[in-house]
């Protein structure tokens, strides 16, 4: 899941700017997600969800129809929301509107000294034919969460001087070699922990020998195995 970030100041486009990202990468045959970071309460006073949180629920789920969604009584960093929505769906893009701070690929719609930026525009100026050079700067440049070892093995000294390398078109995904081996994901207490190429080949060959003498044969062929630990001693 690649991840790009639209920044700039109040009353510049962003929204606007998500939702032409989000029109014409759709268009493309990707599938979508965006996270929209506000300063202003989420939920409306009196409605049924409203009353379930004013009960003391910490988390509130409302869903019917053809939509479901999840109110959390607590500000999640950006790296947790990330982690949540690729637990939730499998999508080809996140498109995140705010998180100025954060280390990924950034499209500002105001003057933004940072070295993720992938280009400034002017919202009203964008038809459809700069939409579209913009999208490809996107496909080319953006880039998914990195494992953060600092390991080296992609030739850089660490993740951060990668994942720069890539803004400017110096480098690729795939040179790092963490990400390529995403088949085993550990996490302890929610947080992703990045494994080696011998410990997650260790990890997946082990658990798989252990596993192929239980019947699971009812669930059908194993293409996705979950293992929870509860270790709350």
């Known amino acids: 899941m690649k991840i790009v970030s639209v920044a700039g100041t109040k009353n510049t486009g962003k929204t606007t700017l998500v939702t032409l990202l989000v029109s014409e990468l759709v268009k493309r045959g990707n599938k979508v997600g965006t996270v929209k970071h506000t300063h202003v309460k989420l939920d409306v006073e009196g409605k049924d969800t409203w009353k379930h949180r ?32 690729e637990q939730l769906d499998e999508v080809d893009f996140l498109v995140l509107e705010g998180y100025k701070p954060a280390s990924y690929a950034k499209i500002s719609t105001s003057p933004l000294d940072d070295p993720f930026s992938l280009a400034q525009v002017d919202v009203r100026e964008l038809d459809d034919e700069s939409t ?27 993740c951060h001087d990668l994942a720069l390398a890539m803004v400017k078109g110096e480098a690729k995904e795939d040179l790092c070699v963490m990400k390529q081996m995403e088949d085993v994901i550990l996490k ?25 003498t239980l019947k699971i044969k009812e669930h059908g062929e194993p293409k996705k195995i979950e293992l929870q630990i509860q270790h709350d001693k």
């Open 188 to 212: 302890v207490n929610g947080n992703r922990v990045p494994l080696n190429p011998f410990v997650n080949k260790f990890i997946e060959n082990t658990f798989l020998g252990m596993i192929s």
């Open 54 to 85: 004013e009960a003391g629920a910490e988390i509130v789920v409302g869903a019917g129809g053809e939509e479901t969604f999840f109110i959390v009584n607590k500000d999640m960093g950006l790296e947790k929301i990330i982690n949540s929505v």
């Open 132 to 158: 579209g050079k913009l999208v490809d700067l996107v496909e080319e440049r953006s880039f998914g969460k990195l494992p953060n070892m600092n390991c080296g093995d992609c030739g850089y000294e660490n």
